[in-house]
């Protein structure tokens, strides 16, 4: 069913600033998607609305099958616990809880925490960090923390996944790691793939980019 999206803009403040205008695409399950575009082009914005954490100001979004606009906050909470993966631009680890306990921390809300444990350990060792499972995130390195992270978006087997530059804050090595996992994810899992990236060798890797230039698209070949 995928993510259709309809004339969408968005407006914020007051007096409001058009950050995104006429956004219109569709990304059928299975894809691989990457976002592109310079700082402050709309990017962050529109993955925020297209997983329906932010809502557009107009137009329409159907995700899944889902209007966003006319889904009841608590179908589409639960829809988003069981299906999407988010990685953020800024992590947001639980700074209480081990790498490990952040992996499965989505697991943890659905119930499916002993189901889940065992693929939170593969993929921690996946990322390299088979022996720091037991560290907070402020004993691990920036790099260290966006890859538990993406495990934590991961460990569900997520039907989308929705990355805002994934692999930010990393080296060429693990940037590559993190760009495998991901791969063999949409490949072998089927999950769709929506990520936001300024690398363009990373972006050449999804199978289409979405080009934004001052809250437009303009490609999307
Ligand atoms: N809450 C907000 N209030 C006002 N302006 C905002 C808000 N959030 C974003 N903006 C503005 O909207 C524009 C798009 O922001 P967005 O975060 O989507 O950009 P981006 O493409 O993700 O940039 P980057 O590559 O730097 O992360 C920017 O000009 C930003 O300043
Ligand atoms: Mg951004």
Same mark, same amino acid.
């Given at each position: 069913?995928?993510?259709?999206?309809?004339?969408?803009?968005?407006?914020?403040?007051?007096?409001?600033?058009?950050?995104?205008?006429?956004?219109?695409?569709?990304?059928? +399950?299975?894809?691989?998607?990457?976002?592109?575009?310079?700082?402050?082009?709309? !990017?962050?914005?529109?993955?925020?609305?297209?997983?329906?954490?932010?809502?557009?100001?107009?137009?329409?979004?159907?995700?899944?099958?889902? +209007?966003?606009?006319?889904?009841?906050?608590?179908?589409?909470?639960?829809?988003?616990?069981?299906?999407?993966?988010?990685?953020?631009?800024?992590?947001?680890?639980?700074?209480?809880?081990?790498?490990?306990?952040?992996?499965?921390?989505?697991?943890? !809300?659905?119930?499916?925490?002993?189901?889940?444990?065992?693929?939170?350990?593969?993929?921690?060792?996946?990322?390299?960090?088979?022996?720091?499972?037991?560290?907070?995130?402020?004993?691990?390195?920036?790099?260290?923390?966006?890859?538990?992270?993406?495990?934590?978006?991961?460990?569900?087997?997520?039907?989308?996944?929705?990355? +805002?530059?994934?692999?930010?804050?990393?080296?060429?090595?693990?940037?590559?790691?993190?760009? +495998?996992?991901?791969?063999?994810?949409?490949?072998?899992?089927?999950?769709?793939?929506?990520?936001?990236?300024?690398?363009?060798?990373?972006?050449?890797?999804?199978?289409?980019?979405?080009?934004?230039?001052?809250?437009?698209?303009?490609?999307?070949?």
């Amino acid at each position: 069913m995928g993510i259709v999206v309809t004339g969408v803009g968005k407006e914020i403040g007051d007096p409001p600033t058009r950050i995104l205008s006429d956004i219109a695409f569709r990304i059928d +399950d299975g894809e691989f998607v990457a976002l592109t575009g310079r700082s402050g082009s709309g !990017k962050s914005t529109l993955l925020y609305i297209l997983s329906s954490l932010d809502r557009a100001s107009s137009g329409l979004v159907h995700i899944d099958g889902f +209007d966003v606009n006319h889904t009841k906050a608590e179908t589409l909470s639960h829809f988003r616990n069981q299906h999407m993966g988010f990685v953020f631009q800024f992590h947001y680890l639980i700074a209480e809880l081990t790498a490990f306990e952040n992996v499965l921390f989505p697991a943890r !809300k659905t119930g499916a925490e002993r189901t889940q444990s065992a693929y939170a350990e593969a993929l921690l060792g996946r990322f390299g960090l088979g022996d720091k499972m037991q560290r907070l995130p402020r004993q691990l390195s920036g790099g260290e923390q966006q890859r538990v992270a993406i495990a934590r978006a991961l460990v569900m087997k997520p039907k989308y996944l929705f990355a +805002d530059e994934p692999t930010g804050s990393l080296d060429s090595v693990s940037g590559e790691q993190v760009m +495998d996992i991901i791969r063999d994810c949409n490949t072998q899992l089927g999950t769709t793939v929506i990520m936001v990236t300024h690398d363009p060798d990373f972006a050449r890797q999804a199978r289409r980019q979405i080009h934004l230039a001052d809250g437009k698209i303009v490609s999307a070949a």
